[in-house]
C-alpha cells in the first residue's frame, strides 16, 4: 500500500412518481463520480414496489454494469455501494449493498466507516442466535435494524436507536420497501449529503454524485441524524445529545474527497489551498517552480505557489487508465506499476530547484520513488512539502493507516525522513495552522492519526469472535 485509502461511497435515490428518472441508471452514474472512494466491488439494489433485487460484484462499476444488467434492475428506489475493502474482505460475498429479509420486510444497507464495538455487538448477536454470511459491518447493522425495529414502529425509530448502541463511524444509506433512508453518527466521521432533482430526493457520500445525476445540494445530513424519504417527501429524526463532539475526518478534505465537492459547506479544493498557502508560510524556500502530486496535492501547490510568488508548475503526469498500486500483491510489482502511474515532465523540472507538494506521507515509499523521478529528470534540488501533519497513530473509524511500525514518521525525526526519501528538505503543515484552517472554515475535525486524541472510546486491542473463521475456495 502506498497511500492511505478510504472504506467506501455509498448513494441512494427515491424517485417521484411524476419525474422521469431510472433509479438504477441514475445510481450507475452516481457511483461512476464516487469511484475514486472505491475500486474493488460495487453493488446497486432496487426496489420495485417492494420487490428487491440486487447485482454487486468485485470490479469497477464499468465492469459489473452495462445495459442489459441496469435493464434488470426496474424499481423506484435504488442504493448503491463502491468499495475499498481490507484485504481479507476483497471477495463478492463482502460487497454492498447487503439485501435481508427480517421478521418486518426486506431491508438493503450500503455502509461508509468502522463501527468500533463491531465485535462485542456481533458476538452478543450471535449468542441471541443470529448467523452472519459476511464478515463486514453492513450485515451486523442490518441485523442491529431488524433487532430494533421489533421494539418500535418505524425503521427510522429503529435507526435512531442505533445511535445509543453503536460507537465508530457510520454514514448509511438503506432501503426498505417503500422508504429510502440515511442515518450519520454522532461525530459525523464520514460525509453524507441530501439532493433534490425535480421532486426526487438523493443522498451521497459527496456532492460530486449529485451533480452527476442533476441534483441539487439541499443540505448535509447533520452528525446525529436520520433523515427518509417516503411518499410525503422528506422527514428527519434528531438522536438527542449526549455531549458527544463533532469530528468529521480531516482526511476527507486533504485526500479522500474530490476537490470539486463540497463537505459540510465547505469546498474541498479551498481547503487544500488553504493548506498549501499556509505551508508557503509556515516553510518557506528559495525555488524556481512549484508542482503537485496528482491528484490531491495539486490544489495544495497553487496554494502554495500563490502565497509564495514562486510559479507553478505541472512537474508530474498521472497515467489515468492504470489501478492502484497497492492491490498488487507483491512489492516488484507495485514498484512497477508506480512507474507506469507516474512520470516526470522534463522541460518543467530540468535545470531547476522544485517545491514538490503531496497531501501526506504513510510508508514513504512513494515519495522516495517520486523524488527519483524528478532528479531523473533533470531537477537540481527537491524540497518536498506535505499539507498535514506526520502520521503518528491507527484510525479505527474506516481510514485504512497501516500498523504504526510500518509508518514512516513514527520513532523519526523531519531530518530522518528527509533522508530516507532523499530530499533536499522536508516540511509537513504543522498541526496548529491545520486547526486554524479548520477554524477558518468553521468545521470540527477528527486529528486523531497526528494526535491520538479520539473523539470516541477506541479498544485498547482489536477483539476477535470466538466465532471468527476463514473459509477459502470458491469460483
Known sequence: MQK??????????????NDSINPAEETFNALFALQHRGQESCGIAVSDRGVFRVRKNVGLVSEVFDEEALAALPGQIAIGHCRYAANDLKDRENALPIVVEHAKGNLAVSHNGAVVNAAQLRRELQEQGNVFQTRGDAELIANLVARERLKCSSTEEALLRL???????????????RKLLAARDRCGYRPLCIG??????????????????????????????????????????????????????????V???????????MSVDRFRRLAGMHLALESPICADVVI???????????????????PYGVGLIKNRYIGRTFIQPMQSQRERAMKIKLNALADTVRGKRVIMIDDSIVRGTTSAHLVSLLREAGATEVHMRISCPPFLHPCYFGTDVPDRKMLLAVGRTVEDMRKIIGVDSLAFLSLEALHRIAREVNIDICDACFTGDYPTKIPEKREVSKYECHIEGGE
Open 4 to 17: 492511505i485509502h478510504e472504506a467506501c461511497g455509498v448513494f441512494g435515490i427515491y424517485a417521484a412518481p
Open 163 to 177: 445511535m445509543d448502541i453503536m460507537t465508530g463511524a457510520y454514514s448509511l444509506v438503506l432501503m426498505s420497501p
Open 196 to 253: 433534490k432533482v425535480g421532486e426526487s430526493w438523493v443522498f451521497s457520500s459527496e456532492t460530486v454524485a449529485l451533480d452527476a445525476v442533476g441534483a441539487t445540494l439541499v443540505r448535509d445530513v447533520k452528525p446525529g441524524e436520520v433523515v427518509w424519504v417516503d411518499a410525503d417527501g422528506l422527514h428527519s429524526l434528531q438522536a438527542t445529545d449526549n455531549g458527544t463532539r463533532q469530528a468529521l475526518c480531516v482526511f476527507e478534505y
Open 255 to 265: 485526500y479522500f474527497a474530490r476537490p470539486d465537492s463540497v463537505i459540510d459547506g
Open 292 to 310: 503537485g502530486v496528482p491528484d490531491s496535492g495539486l490544489p495544495a501547490a497553487t496554494g502554495y505557489s500563490h502565497c509564495s510568488g514562486i
